[in-house]
């Protein structure tokens, strides 16, 4: 017996940007539903994909409330036994709904499914296949720049996915309490994995669900803005989960100097340490994180991960992705 799905699209984009999206799901709807979370679009016309889609329904709020609070709204009206989440600035390929939601199997702990996103101007290259965390917490998407025939050769499973493509048991989900809503956008998911890890759930890869992802679609790579709300993000679990202790205070310290170094040079713009500085003041400490959930320690990889990091970096400022209209993240 097939597993429901509940598809949750936020956006707070015009009809016409998320067509892409729609028409790459509209074959996937039989015995799923889909809720695209209007966060306070201006384009009226959002109203009228029911009419278009089977089993579709547009959830309209007033405000642009961020993707956090934008997803646990959807979440709590869904009916489907696996919650989908997918980006506005995502294609699906065929079967990716089906596929998704059969990999999550709660008797047996798998509460979190995690796609192969591909990189739209590359396709033979890996966009994300979910996040890999290292030993402070910082995350990385798993697998990215590496060629999708990575992928016959069998590869671990990341520690978690990536919420511009992921799925969820939707029970799981609800009984930790879904994202925390302090983080408007960005970093929803780290936190989210590690409470669902902490409870004894644990992702899967699953290699045949893949589209393609537009990475920083919403506010372009290196925007003033979502340098910010990564900031944000990334004090608020810095705080929240403990990670500045006596054996992680230093070499987090020095990722964060890295980082924003590279933001100050890149970008030209420091607002990812304001981001820092106000999230770690917001973030409420609870416990430190649990050990065993998969966390990466060798300082080698690090450096190549942001050497990666910094290319893609590069790639996307090449394609003339600059600051972009707010988008399903919007503003606090």
């Given at each position: 017996m097939s597993t429901s799905a509940t598809i949750v699209v936020p956006t707070m984009s015009d009809a016409t940007r998320i067509r892409p999206l729609l028409d790459s799901l509209r074959g996937q709807l039989a015995g799923n539903e889909l809720i695209v979370v209007d966060n306070a679009s201006?384009?009226?016309?959002?109203?009228?994909?029911?009419?278009?889609?089977?089993?579709?329904?547009?959830l309209r709020l007033e405000r642009n409330v961020g993707f956090s609070r934008a997803?646990?709204?959807?979440?709590?009206?869904?009916?489907?036994?696996v919650l989908i989440l997918v980006n506005d600035d995502c294609v699906c390929d065929p079967g990716f709904v089906a596929a998704l939601a059969a990999a999550v199997d709660p008797a047996a702990d798998v509460t979190m499914a995690a796609s192969v996103m591909r990189d739209p101007a590359q396709p033979d290259l890996i966009d994300s296949a979910g996040m890999r965390l290292d030993r402070t917490l910082l995350v990385f998407d798993y697998l990215n720049g590496e060629p999708l025939g990575v992928l016959d050769g069998g590869v671990r499973d990341p520690v978690g996915p990536s919420a511009a493509a992921a799925a969820f048991d939707r029970a799981a989900f609800l009984a930790v309490g879904g994202f925390d809503e302090?983080?408007?956008?960005?970093?929803?998911?780290?936190?989210?994995?590690i409470r669902l890890r902490r409870a004894g759930g644990r992702c899967v890869l699953v290699p045949e669900a893949r589209g393609t992802h537009e990475h920083s679609a919403t506010l372009g790579s290196g925007s003033a803005r979502k340098n910010y709300l990564m900031g944000f993000g990334r004090g608020y679990v810095l705080r929240k989960w403990r990670v500045l202790n006596a054996r992680r205070a230093l070499p987090a310290l020095a990722r964060e100097l890295v980082i924003c170094a590279g933001q100050a040079v890149l970008d030209r713009n420091l607002t990812g340490l304001r981001g820092r500085l106000r999230g770690y003041r917001t973030g409420r400490p609870e416990a430190e994180f649990p050990a065993g959930i998969g966390l990466e320690s060798r300082p080698w990889e690090l450096a190549r991960t942001l050497a990666a990091r910094a290319r893609r970096r590069a790639r996307l400022r090449r394609r003339g992705q600059g600051e972009r209209?707010?988008?399903?993240?919007?503003?606090?």
């Amino acid at each position: 017996m097939s597993t429901s799905a509940t598809i949750v699209v936020p956006t707070m984009s015009d009809a016409t940007r998320i067509r892409p999206l729609l028409d790459s799901l509209r074959g996937q709807l039989a015995g799923n539903e889909l809720i695209v979370v209007d966060n306070a679009s201006p384009d009226p016309a959002l109203a009228a994909i029911p009419a278009e889609l089977p089993n579709t329904r547009v959830l309209r709020l007033e405000r642009n409330v961020g993707f956090s609070r934008a997803v646990n709204l959807a979440a709590a009206q869904a009916t489907g036994e696996v919650l989908i989440l997918v980006n506005d600035d995502c294609v699906c390929d065929p079967g990716f709904v089906a596929a998704l939601a059969a990999a999550v199997d709660p008797a047996a702990d798998v509460t979190m499914a995690a796609s192969v996103m591909r990189d739209p101007a590359q396709p033979d290259l890996i966009d994300s296949a979910g996040m890999r965390l290292d030993r402070t917490l910082l995350v990385f998407d798993y697998l990215n720049g590496e060629p999708l025939g990575v992928l016959d050769g069998g590869v671990r499973d990341p520690v978690g996915p990536s919420a511009a493509a992921a799925a969820f048991d939707r029970a799981a989900f609800l009984a930790v309490g879904g994202f925390d809503e302090r983080l408007f956008a960005y970093w929803e998911d780290v936190d989210l994995v590690i409470r669902l890890r902490r409870a004894g759930g644990r992702c899967v890869l699953v290699p045949e669900a893949r589209g393609t992802h537009e990475h920083s679609a919403t506010l372009g790579s290196g925007s003033a803005r979502k340098n910010y709300l990564m900031g944000f993000g990334r004090g608020y679990v810095l705080r929240k989960w403990r990670v500045l202790n006596a054996r992680r205070a230093l070499p987090a310290l020095a990722r964060e100097l890295v980082i924003c170094a590279g933001q100050a040079v890149l970008d030209r713009n420091l607002t990812g340490l304001r981001g820092r500085l106000r999230g770690y003041r917001t973030g409420r400490p609870e416990a430190e994180f649990p050990a065993g959930i998969g966390l990466e320690s060798r300082p080698w990889e690090l450096a190549r991960t942001l050497a990666a990091r910094a290319r893609r970096r590069a790639r996307l400022r090449r394609r003339g992705q600059g600051e972009r209209r707010v988008g399903a993240a919007g503003s606090p």
